[in-house]
């Protein structure tokens, strides 16, 4: 599932409801699955805040909902996430 999700992430032109949708699980799941790939050094993650997602508040990322930014948070492929969605390094 994450090679799934890396490939789609190269690919870009999606949001986070319609790639959770695209890969039939919920959206929760979605954010579950890239804060470990974001442990794992696949992806990094800006805006929003340093915590785990939590499911009490949809719209907020962190505990105590007290993150500036509004809880918008974007996702980047590391060079590691970008080996593993199989995309060639540029100026090769």
Excluded: W
């Amino acid at each position: 599932m994450m090679r799934t999700i890396a490939r789609r992430f190269s690919e870009g032109g999606f949001t986070l409801p319609a790639l959770a949708a695209e890969l039939n699980m919920t959206q929760d799941a979605l954010l579950e699955r890239l804060f470990m790939m974001e442990r794992l050094g696949y992806v990094v993650r800006s805006g929003g805040c340093e915590e785990k997602p939590h499911t009490e508040t949809p719209s907020c990322c962190c505990s105590g909902c007290s993150c500036s930014g509004g809880g918008i948070v974007g996702y980047a492929l590391t060079e590691k996430g970008k080996r593993l969605a199989g995309v060639k390094a540029k100026g090769i």
